[in-house]
């Protein structure tokens, strides 16, 4: 939606590679998620952040890591030490006064070659 | 552990149809909301429901909560070509949780 890019759209990656995934938003959100979603499945939280230099574990964060150096950006690194890393990656970004609502990116579908 | 359960998972109708999907959470939520993904695309939000009972209509679409907080229904009346997506719940107690859709497909 309106105000949250992930780039790439399309990223390859090659055995043993890491490989990092950019979201940024300019909707002052205070919180910044990053989900996976494979086939015909939902959404699963890799990992999220509330306020800047912080951010926790979801469901799903083995071979993932994060940083939350600015409020605009949380990029993610799928590390070589994620097996089954092809998926399409979703990044989201919520107003936390306002509660609820998460807006999400177009994101980003990671290929291995 | 918390869980959101949908159902059903794939849905087919007849173009004109009505379409009910279902969430059911294992905890009392704060709020759920309600989102689409169009093939290809990402979650768009449609809606957000708080109180115990509420419902909400947008156009063809009602939405409602249920009186415990811990279900909820998506229902859309007489379907069109532009419903065709997969709809998501996310029930929201301590953390964020998605149901895992109800995938749309409408036949012509």
């Known amino acids: 939606d309106g105000g949250i890019t992930q780039s790439p759209k399309y990223l390859f990656r090659k055995e043993g590679q890491n490989v990092t995934l950019s979201c940024e938003q300019n909707?002052?959100?205070?919180?910044m998620y990053w989900y996976r979603q494979d086939p015909g499945q939902g959404l699963r939280l890799i990992y999220y952040s509330q306020i800047v230099n912080d951010f926790q574990k979801g469901d799903i964060a083995e071979g993932y890591s994060v940083s939350r150096e600015k409020k605009e950006s949380f990029p993610l690194t799928v590390t070589s030490a994620q097996k089954n890393p092809t998926a399409f990656y979703l990044c989201a970004s919520r107003n936390l006064l306002r509660s609820g609502t998460q807006y999400f990116g177009p994101g980003t579908r990671l290929l291995v070659l | 552990g918390q869980q959101v359960m949908q159902i059903p998972q794939y849905q087919h109708v007849q173009e004109g149809e009505d379409f009910t999907t279902y969430c059911n959470s294992s905890t009392t939520l704060s709020n759920i909301q309600w989102y689409k993904q169009r093939p290809g695309g990402h979650p768009v939000f449609l809606i957000q429901?708080?109180?115990?009972?509420e419902v909400k209509k947008q156009k063809r679409l009602t939405f409602q909560f249920g009186e415990a907080k811990k279900n909820s229904s998506l229902h859309i009346t007489a379907t069109q070509t532009t419903d065709v997506g997969t709809y998501f719940c996310a029930g929201e107690d301590d953390k964020i949780i998605f149901g895992k859709g109800t995938r749309l497909h409408i036949l012509p």
């Open positions: 429901l708080v109180k115990s009972g």
């Open positions: 909707l002052n959100h205070d919180a």
